[in-house]
T-cell receptor, first 114, second 111 residues
């Protein structure tokens, strides 16, 4: 029944490793997002896809690469992990334009880089 | 100036009290405004949208003041379960798909 799901929920890894986070939504939404929430609690948009097309690409290191195989899935691959990548990564989805419509968030992936 | 700015609090209030707080936004052309709620170590969830005329949802009242560029949230008859961080969220530019989030206002309701 989960509307937006993410895996894994927790991820502990060492610097330099490559890891992926997966997101799936069963709400029939056509827009999906990746956010990063750091220790100061600011929630910052990283990427957004609408119908599998990249529409938002914030100033994010190119070690981060999103991929949307279809409207219901959005994955995030991170290469060469750094200590500063430690944060909670939230996936979200919405119908059409975020400006007018509610975003539904996944439970988050807590990434710790040691 | 931050795009969306909130008083971080914390606001510590007794059960039954009224608590209110504001959020300022930088772009006068902003069109869409929301309050989200985030519990500790959980995901943000929409509490309510904020309409130009102001709107109420049970014990929660949201207001928009375009002239002064702020939105407000008022919680009446506070419950212990209202303890959370309240995020102000704004679509700053109408031709932009992005939502901008404030850092949140923490409310703690005590028995």
């Amino acid at each position: 029944d989960t509307a937006v799901s993410q895996t894994p929920k927790y991820l502990v890894t060492q610097m330099g490793n490559d890891k992926s986070i997966k997101c799936e939504q069963n709400l029939g939404h056509d827009t999906m997002y990746w956010y990063k929430q750091d220790s100061k609690k600011f929630l910052k948009i990283m990427f957004s896809y609408n119908n599998k097309e990249l529409i938002i690409n914030e100033t994010v290191p190119n070690r981060f690469s999103p991929k949307s195989p279809d409207k219901a899935h959005l994955n995030l691959h991170i290469n060469s992990l750094e200590l500063g990548d430690s944060a909670v990564y939230f996936c979200a989805s919405s119908h059409r334009l975020a400006g007018a419509y509610e975003q539904y968030f996944g439970p988050g992936t807590r990434l710790t880089v040691t | 100036r931050k795009e969306v700015e909130q008083d971080p609090g914390p606001f510590n209030v007794p059960e039954g009290a009224t608590v209110a707080f504001n959020c300022t936004y930088s772009n006068s052309a902003s069109q869409s405004f929301f309050w989200y709620r985030q519990d500790c170590r959980k995901e943000p969830k929409l509490l309510m949208s904020v309409y130009s005329s102001g709107n109420e949802d049970g014990r929660f009242t949201a207001q928009l003041n375009r002239a002064s560029q702020y939105i407000s949230l008022l919680i009446r008859d506070s419950k212990l379960s209202d303890s959370a961080t309240y995020l102000c969220v704004v679509n700053l530019r109408s031709n932009d798909y992005k939502l901008s989030f404030g850092a949140g206002t923490t409310v703690t309701v005590r028995a």
